[in-house]
């Protein structure tokens, strides 16, 4: 029998960010289609617990800001769009957070 089977344990951890950046366009041939680049901060949060028999409730709570970038390519028809894009920040004590992300987007005059 493992540990894990003769003492139970419950553990959970929510992580929260928000980002802001500001963003470069390198248009490309054919005219439909452009690179970009994002540099910016972003602010995370994280909080949870964890119960277990040698330690009652264990709390966990860590928050910070760090340097943020990304890259991307978007493709567009008209007012209407896509969006491929690679997003990286660092969260301490983990492996930080990427985020790939396929959007749609509608440009406004």
Same mark, same amino acid.
């Given at each position: 029998? @493992?540990?894990?089977? =003769?003492?139970?344990?419950? *553990? ?9 950046? $500001? ?6 041939? #054919? ?9 910016? *901060?972003?602010?995370?949060?994280? @909080? ?7 330690? #009652? ?23 209407? $769009? *896509?969006? =491929? ?15 790939? @992300? =396929?959007?749609?987007?509608?440009? =406004?005059?």
């Amino acid at each position: 029998s @493992s540990y894990g089977n =003769l003492f139970p344990t419950s *553990a959970n951890v929510r992580y929260r960010a928000v980002a802001a950046y $500001g963003m470069g366009y390198l248009p490309m041939r #054919p005219p439909f289609l452009d690179l970009f680049a994002k540099l910016g *901060a972003a602010r995370w949060e994280s @909080s949870g617990g964890s119960n277990t028999f040698e330690a #009652p409730f264990t709390s966990l709570s860590d928050n910070g800001t760090q340097f943020a970038w990304g890259v991307g390519a978007q493709v567009h028809f008209g007012k209407i $769009g *896509a969006r =491929l894009e690679y997003e990286s920040f660092n969260i301490r004590n983990t492996n930080g957070a990427t985020i790939v @992300s =396929l959007e749609a987007v509608l440009f =406004l005059p």
